[in-house]
């Protein structure tokens, strides 16, 4: 069974900082993994999704890198800014057999907190 | 584009009264239809696939049912709410074998009471 993993549960910087949040899985036989922010109250905006067979992808000030031999995804945030509050969590999609219905496995997230 | 729409945003219902929570797409044919709740403090679960007309499949047993009497349409409901169905409730969409990722509509908060 995959089991997800966001480290830090909770963090709080200065405004302008660079920072990363982690993901952790335990199971390397994904499709893709998608990175989402959530503001309170309010759905899902994806915001990165990286296929199995990538190394990165890159939005913006947002770069999301994914190995899959060591089961780690990282989201690196450059020039933190306080709209950049909210909370991220990563998803992973699962590769059965190259099908799948698409059941996305949650982290519980990293709720972000950017001061000025 | 793709765009998703469910409604409502909010909603108050009373224990034992019925549910009905709507999502539509637009944009897309044949998508894959999600419904997920998120609770507090226990992350996202999903309770409902859809890969087509009329093909629902369940992912936890519950009071909950869901329907989709057409293609870019997607339906959550109850016949009698419990106080444990309160939640955020998310519907989102995927399109069928692509390589593409999940879009998420923005959700409805039930508070059943």
């Known amino acids: 069974k995959q089991e997800v993993t966001q480290i830090p549960a909770a963090l709080s910087v200065p405004e302008g900082e660079n920072l990363v949040l982690n993901c952790s899985f335990t199971d390397s036989a994904i499709y893709n993994l998608q990175w989402f922010r959530q503001d309170p109250g309010k759905g899902l905006t994806s915001l990165l999704l990286i296929q199995s067979s990538q190394r990165e992808q890159t939005s913006g000030r947002l770069n999301a890198s994914l190995d899959k031999s060591s089961g780690r995804s990282t989201l690196y945030i450059a020039a933190s800014q306080p709209g950049d509050s909210a909370t991220y969590l990563c998803a992973l999609l699962p590769n059965a057999g190259g099908t799948s219905y698409g059941k996305l496995t949650f982290g519980q997230g990293t709720i972000l907190t950017v001061h000025p | 584009s793709q765009t998703i729409h469910q409604w409502p945003a909010t909603l108050v219902q009373p224990v034992g009264s019925p549910l009905s929570l709507e999502c539509t797409v637009e944009?897309?044919?044949?998508?894959?239809l999600y419904w997920y709740r998120q609770a507090a403090g226990r992350g996202l679960q999903l309770l409902f696939y859809s890969v087509g007309i009329g093909q629902i499949s369940s992912e936890v047993p519950q009071n909950l049912s869901a329907s989709r009497p057409q293609d870019r349409q997607f339906i959550l409901s109850s016949k009698k709410l419990l106080l444990s169905d309160s939640g955020f409730y998310l519907c989102a969409w995927r399109t069928q074998g692509a390589i593409f990722g999940y879009t998420f509509g923005s959700g409805t908060r039930l508070t059943v009471v």
């Open positions: 944009g897309t044919s044949n998508p894959n």
